[in-house]
């Protein structure tokens, strides 16, 4: 069974990490998932660097920039996470966006993540449309999950729509908003919680954007299945470096 | 077969809406919309009357007599240049302004290059009263300050965009992040047939007054609605759009697109996106971009800031992959001195994005007895640094 289906029958609540491989340096991915398994993360999101990252706040594009200037690539992340599965067990997801996977060839690309050992693939930007028409088939004989999001705009039909072509967990986008743009929720955050909470989706939600520390998170997976951190991770790693990233992790959730 | 768009917003194998679901409530507003407001009885008559009584059209169609003598054939010139603001550009903004009345947004941000766009933009909304934020490039603010300060005194908040090259491709970035984050109030004035579906089809639909006007035009002086041939410049190409909208399914008319080639094709300073782009997505488009081999999308290259954008709109894309469009790449160079021609034969000094499509001639003949129109989208003016630095005038 995919890592990912098989952690979300987990108990607990989820807190996954939110990374842009090749940054700070080029060589950390590696030690970075490593040290983020350590310290009790769940599952991790290793962010694929794009010149053009439209969906995202400060924080990320300027990892992305700083990790392409350090001379990441797809082809260098996929040759740097070779062997990965020797040392981490938990589920490991890419995102991206989905123009340079579509250089790399989408077919390849899916057939590298599945080499790795790659459990599923975030791309924003690829509709679920054209995914459904074009792409659906390569996933899955990839074994390959493929996360949409929703967001509070989204309407509850097309949230159906959504949940029913859905694998693994819907990323439940926080607010209307691009990543790291803001901190902490309002009554309005906590209305959207109620009204997916109640429409008993068939999958598990994963609320991402706006969380950064123990509160956020709690407030986030009171109705959800876990809460996703990134542009708060990359702050710190920016400040911090790969030291005490067990102290950041812990601050968030105690292990289980 | 039909090089217009399709139900799904697609031109053959170009287009569709490639956007993180943040943006699918706004867009697919519009979607549902567009064609329904745009076709209203009410709609068409205040944005005929703003056109005709505000922008000044229709715009005469020129034959450019001591241009024609020069390069034997018959020399038609559309005189966007004309219009309200200096360019083709208003078409557009009128356009969108009265849609975002209609689906009650209050607040218009835009993306602009060189400023011709944000001009047009910020223009509009003090014709409305609207609240308005235009993103430019950081590096074009620097370069392009006459424009900032006609739409700071038009009433727009200029908004730098810091990331990534700071050009025409980081502020779009930037308009993109502002319409995620204000999904409700705001409507984004895209000022080219790029973006997301419909965004293509809508720009291209109100700059299609261009081509109507000159089928009746020609009608008059030449006693057909064809020319043989339509050229224009294209960077993401909203003038070309409009001049070729009408032709677009007709065989009678050839379509000639002409591209920034900068310093030349192979320099590594070039805009010539046909010749060098690759299919991919830019901006919630599938269409031919200027990247690596990673799929990172590079910085493009014209002398002129309104040609040197990575992509090109999918119509455009699909116009040069089935081969119904023939495309030009022109240097810095030549531009330069075929607007300095037209100005001394013509008595007319074109943008340098205009300048482009004059320089063909070098590249291709005509018959004698051949009507070529040419789209002259937009004045010189805002240009004048450029050509006094280059001819040292």
């Known amino acids: 069974m995919n890592r990912i289906t098989e952690k979300l029958k987990d108990g607990g609540k989820l807190l996954s990490i939110y990374f842009t491989a090749g940054y700070p340096q080029l060589e950390d991915t590696v030690s970075i998932i490593e040290e983020l398994e350590r310290s009790g993360v769940d599952m991790i999101e290793i962010g694929l660097p794009f010149s053009d990252p439209l969906a995202d706040g400060p924080t990320i594009q300027e990892s992305s920039t700083a990790a392409l200037r350090n001379g990441m690539s797809t082809a260098l992340l996929f040759e740097q996470l070779k062997g990965i599965r020797n040392s981490v067990k938990i589920p490991l997801i890419i995102m991206g966006y989905f123009n340079p996977v579509l250089q790399y060839g989408v077919e390849e690309f899916c057939l590298k993540c599945a080499e790795i050992g790659i459990d599923g693939l975030i791309l924003p930007d690829l509709p679920l449309d054209v995914y459904q028409e074009q792409y659906e088939e390569i996933f899955k004989k990839h074994g390959l999950l493929n996360m949409f999001l929703i967001t509070p705009q989204t309407s509850d039909e097309r949230i159906r729509q959504i949940d029913e072509a859905s694998e693994g967990f819907i990323y439940m986008v926080s607010s209307a908003s691009t990543t790291g743009a803001k901190s902490g929720f309002g009554p309005e955050q906590q209305q959207y919680f109620e009204r997916i909470g109640s429409m008993q989706l068939k999958h598990p939600q994963i609320v991402g954007f706006g969380i950064s520390n123990a509160e956020t998170f709690d407030q986030a997976t009171q109705r959800a299945k876990g809460a996703i951190i990134g542009s708060a991770f990359i702050k710190f790693l920016t400040r911090e470096g790969k030291k005490n990233i067990d102290k950041f992790i812990k601050s968030i959730k105690v292990p289980a | ?393």
């Not at chain 2, 080219?192 to 000159?214: C, K, L, N, T, W």
């Not at chain 2, 018959?367 to 805002?382: A, Q, T, Y």
Request: glycine content about 10%; proline content about 5%; aromatic content about 8%.
């Open chain 2, 1 to 393: 077969m039909s090089y217009n768009v399709d139900e799904k917003g697609y031109y053959g194998q170009f287009g569709g809406a490639f956007i993180p679901e943040m943006l699918y409530p706004n867009t697919d507003e519009l979607r549902r919309q567009y064609i329904e407001i745009m076709e209203a009885p009410d709609f068409q008559e205040e944005f005929r009357q703003l056109l005709r009584d505000y922008v000044g059209r229709p715009t005469p169609l020129y034959f450019a007599k001591r241009l024609s003598d020069t390069f034997n054939t018959k020399i038609y010139l559309k005189r966007e240049d004309l219009c309200h603001t200096g360019a083709h550009k208003v078409n557009n903004t009128i356009g969108q302004i009265l849609l975002a009345k209609r689906l009650g947004k209050n607040r218009i941000i835009a993306e602009t290059g060189a400023g011709q766009h944000g001009v047009a933009t910020a223009t509009v909304c003090a014709l409305m009263g609207i609240e308005c934020v235009v993103y430019m490039g950081e590096v074009d603010i620097a370069r392009q300050a006459p424009n900032v300060a006609r739409m700071k005194m038009l009433g727009a908040t200029v908004k730098p965009a810091t990331s990534g090259s700071r050009t025409l491709k980081d502020a779009t970035n930037e308009a993109i992040r502002d319409w995620i984050n204000n999904p409700v109030n705001t409507h984004y004035i895209i000022g080219s047939v790029v973006g997301p579906h419909p965004y293509p089809d809508m720009v291209a639909r109100f700059q299609s007054v261009i081509s109507e006007e000159v089928q009746q035009q020609l009608i008059e002086k030449e006693g057909t609605p064809n020319p043989d041939y339509v050229v224009a410049c294209v960077g993401g190409g909203s003038n070309a759009a409009g001049l070729y909208y009408h032709y677009l399914d007709n065989p009678e008319v050839g379509i000639i697109a002409v591209e920034a080639a900068g310093k030349g094709i192979h320099t590594g300073e070039s805009a010539a996106t046909s010749a060098l782009g690759k299919v991919g997505i830019i901006h919630g488009s599938k269409t031919l971009l200027m990247q690596t081999g990673d799929g990172q999308i590079t910085e493009p290259y014209s002398i002129s800031a309104g040609l040197d954008y990575p992509g090109v709109g999918p119509m455009h894309a699909n116009l040069y992959t089935s081969g119904r469009g023939e495309f030009i790449s022109i240097t810095d160079k030549e531009a330069m001195e075929a607007g300095l021609l037209v100005s001394k034969l013509e008595g007319i000094i074109p943008a340098i994005e205009t300048s482009h499509a004059f320089a063909i001639f070098d590249h291709r003949s005509f018959k004698p007895e051949d009507i070529v129109v040419f789209n002259l989208s937009g004045r010189g003016d805002k240009d004048l640094q450029t050509y006094i630095d280059y001819f040292k005038l």
